[in-house]
């Protein structure tokens, strides 16, 4: 796996998710509404690897903005290297959705994404 990319902690309770309190401590003022929504939007759909592929339509009617401000929006969290965006292509070459790959939180030393889903409340460590 590469240092870039990191796994996902998954130890699912079906139906919910959270995201590192990096985003609001560190990014909150800069994302506003709509970069945090849709950042969250992201997390949830997140695989074990940080991925997510939702389209626009998707995001924009998960998080109540239209596809524009999606759009827009997506290009601030690209900036901040919050997440990748890799557009992927059919057999001939024409574009078909993007891949979006969440990425390290705060620059610091690789320990996890800033995803966490489901966590064992009953561990000692309050399951982190």
């Given at each position: 796996m590469?240092?870039?990319?990191?796994?996902?902690?998954?130890?699912?309770?079906p139906?919910?998710?959270?995201?590192?309190?990096?985003?609001?401590?560190?990014?909150?003022?800069?994302?506003?509404?709509?970069?945090?929504?849709?950042?969250?939007?992201?997390?949830r759909?997140?695989?074990r690897?940080?991925?997510?592929?939702?389209?626009?339509?998707?995001?924009?009617?998960?998080?109540?903005?239209?596809?524009?401000?999606?759009?827009?929006?997506?290009?601030l969290?690209?900036?901040?290297?919050?997440?990748?965006k890799?557009?992927?292509?059919?057999?001939?070459?024409?574009?078909?959705?993007?891949?979006?790959?969440?990425?390290?939180?705060?620059?610091?030393?690789p320990?996890?994404l800033?995803?966490?889903?489901?966590?064992?409340?009953?561990?000692p460590?309050?399951?982190?």
């Open positions: 590469s240092t870039e990319r990191i796994g996902i902690q998954d130890g699912r309770c139906g919910w998710h959270w995201a590192s309190n990096e985003i609001l401590d560190i990014y909150g003022a800069q994302l506003g509404p709509y970069g945090l929504a849709l950042y969250y939007a992201l997390c759909h997140a695989n690897e940080g991925q997510s592929w939702p389209s626009y339509a998707t995001l924009a009617r998960e998080t109540g903005m239209g596809k524009s401000q999606a759009i827009e929006t997506m290009k969290l690209v900036e901040l290297k919050l997440l990748r890799e557009p992927q292509k059919d057999g001939a070459g024409a574009p078909t959705s993007n891949l979006y790959v969440l990425l390290e939180v705060g620059g610091s030393a320990r996890g800033g995803v966490v889903q489901g966590v064992d409340w009953g561990s460590q309050g399951g982190l």
